[in-house]
């Protein structure tokens, strides 16, 4: 678990640096020049120049990003992983689970042989009763 936290960790590093890198590097030329109408003494593909110490650094860094995608990938792909996953689930209750807008009923009361049944009570009203002083 540990570890893909450091390949990430990693992973970002080296897309910094490769940013970092290809902004560094200088361009070709102008858009004239991509599309032939560079200097007539290039090849086809415009001057081949030495491989600078960039160029070298563009293309570690363009193989570390790949490999770190693809390990990134592998590690996702065992499944989701959580960080409370070894912690136990807290017990079940055995409380039922109700409406908490609808009223509870009052416990009724077991009556003794030969009493009265009790009274409802009466619900109370919905709407407040109408003030006769104002």
Do not use: E, H, W
């Not at 960790?9 to 560094?24: D, H, K, N, P, R």
């Not at 560079?38 to 570390?64: D, I, P, Q, Y």
């Amino acid at each position: 678990m540990i570890g893909y936290y450091i390949v990430s960790f990693l992973y970002v590093i080296v897309c910094l640096v490769l940013l970092l890198v290809i902004l560094l590097q200088q361009g070709k030329g102008d858009m004239g020049s991509a599309f032939g109408g560079g200097g007539s003494g290039t090849a086809a593909f415009g001057a081949r120049t030495g491989a600078t110490l960039l160029t070298k650094a563009t293309t570690v860094c363009a193989v570390l990003f790949m490999v770190g995608a693809l390990v990134l990938a592998i590690i996702g792909q065992r499944g989701p992983r959580s960080l409370v996953s070894g912690t136990p689930a807290p017990p079940a209750t055995t409380q039922q689970k109700t409406n908490p807008a609808a009223p509870t009923a009052p416990p009724q009361q077991a009556t003794p042989p030969g009493s009265p049944a009790p009274v409802p009570a009466s619900p109370a009203p919905q709407t407040p009763a109408p003030n006769p002083g104002k």
